[in-house]
């Protein structure tokens, strides 16, 4: 989840926008538990799982054409 749509319960403001230290606080745990593809939306891990399983499948076949 990105913190961007995320609402601080202390101050009613943008957790992003990190007004209150609560905010600041959310913000910073957030930041360090996004991983590689932490900051991808789903529709792009997709794309991208797609794309790859398209690479496999076109290495397969250029292998098995050689053979």
Do not use: K, W
């Not at 996004?34 to 794309?51: K, M, S």
Request: overall charge neutral; glycine content about 8%; aromatic content about 2%.
């Amino acid at each position: 989840m990105t913190y961007d749509r995320l609402v601080c319960a202390n101050c009613a403001s943008p957790v992003s926008e990190g007004r209150c230290p609560v905010c600041r606080a959310s913000r910073e745990r957030l930041q360090q538990q996004d991983g590689l593809f932490g900051g991808l939306t789903p529709a792009a891990l997709i794309a991208l799982l797609v794309a790859l399983i398209a690479v496999a499948l076109l290495a397969h076949e250029m292998a098995g054409a050689t053979a």
